[in-house]
């Protein structure tokens, strides 16, 4: 078996890679200049490709032999918006295709397009199920009970919003929502967050409803908490068996050496279908 690694920014598509080996299978990664980490050559054949040159990445891929995909890692949503100019035709075709251009609709677009190539892309979770944030605290601070009232508080917000793919995670402090997380990204979330609401803030990230593994599953690391560091918020929630935790050892002794909880909280159905 042979698998097409596009891998964005992060740590994620590293620890696919590191699953991968494990389990004695090739992966041909697709790096884009200016966004992955160069170092990820070192678990395979690293092949490049410009952002934004759709036709160039299909062509590479057809070159190397793929037809299962996987992506994963970061890209962040005001990238495309800042290179548009950039783009070859094929990628400007797709786009005006569009009529909806938040993050879901474009990257179940690339998906019927690389479809639409003979490729298919399949569900990463055997190869990450390991990193999966469990139920229950992590960490060795627990939740106060009105810490524990903002964090499900939080988390049904944050599920709304997702649904309505604004983002993921929002920042709550006393029943209130003080920032809501946009095209910013989560860390510039939780320090807005922290500038407005003062110290003590509960971060809650959350996935969409009927997530669809196979792209943009909420990540959490230590860059998490170092945004938390420095908006001196107290709480992290997040979904339950929906959040990837990226080097969980060093995440949670940074967690505990800075005062943080971490809570993993399964959502039930009725706050899941938004009731």
Known sequence: MKIGLIAGEGSLPEEFLKSAQKKNIQVVIFGIKGITD??????????W??????QQLIDSLKKEKIQDLIMLGKIEHKTLLESISEFDQRALMFLSK?????AVPILEGLIKEFEAEGFRFIDPMPFLEDILVKEGVLTKHKPDKKQLKDANFGLKIAKSIAELDIGQTVVVKDQIVIAVEAIEGTDRCILRGGSLGGE????CKVARRNQDMRYDVPVIGIQTLKSMVEAKAKVLAVEAEKTYLIDKENFIKFADKNGITVIGIKLDESISKGN
Do not use: A, H
């Open 49 to 54: 490709v410009d952002f934004g040159k759709l």
């Open 98 to 102: 569009l009529q909806d251009k938040r």
């Open 38 to 47: 160069p170092s990820l050559g070192n678990y395979g054949k690293l092949v």
């Open 200 to 203: 003590g803030t509960v971060v």
